[in-house]
């Protein structure tokens, strides 16, 4: 049954966007990014990070108030950020609905402020958009979804405006290529990872 869900969503997914011009190239830059939450950015990154096109995935701290936070200040639940990472793209080599596609894969866009053994706010599902195509994207997919009944739970990924992105302390960047053997990585990292490249196998990075 899982395998099942797993093939409705990717075929509902595969659906979407394809009228969309939010991951186009435009003549200034190939480049483009998003910022999303979904748990722990540690599983995000590492995901984001084997995705073919994808130049970086910045873990750090968005949809809050204080300036300057600190991974002690997000963590205490009460300042409105999330742990999210800022993922820059290359639209020539993938756009802005195979980000969205790997995201709603990847994470459980059901459960309201938490992932797994990680809760609070600042594990919330969200998508931060940075002008009204990325919303517009963003509202597109998630009815989709919720239109197609892929999940048996409502789906709680929030659309907040990015406001600020900071960039979080440098130990938490790449933290599950410089961490493998610890047991957060291997138990909970590491089975994300093995999903996303069962699905995404022909989207894979080429390793060097």
Known sequence: MRNLFLICLLTTLSMLGQNN???QATKQS???????AGGCYWCVEAVYENLNGVKSAVSG?????????????VSTGRTGY???VQITYDKNVTNLDEIFKVFFTVHDPTTLNRQGADVGTQYRSAIFYKNEQQKVAAITIIN?????????????TTLEPLNKFYKAEDYHQN?????????????VIQ?????????FKDRLKKKK
């Open 21 to 23: 011009t939010a991951g």
């Open 30 to 36: 190939n480049l483009e990014n998003i910022t999303l």
């Open 61 to 73: 701290y968005a949809g809050g108030k204080i300036n300057n936070p600190s991974y002690e200040d």
């Open 82 to 84: 999330a742990e999210a």
């Open 144 to 156: 989709s979804l919720k239109k197609a009944k892929i999940y048996d739970s409502p789906v709680v």
């Open 175 to 187: 933290y599950y290529a410089n961490n493998k053997s610890q047991p957060y990585c291997q138990m």
């Open 191 to 199: 089975p994300k990872i093995e999903k996303f490249e069962k699905l």
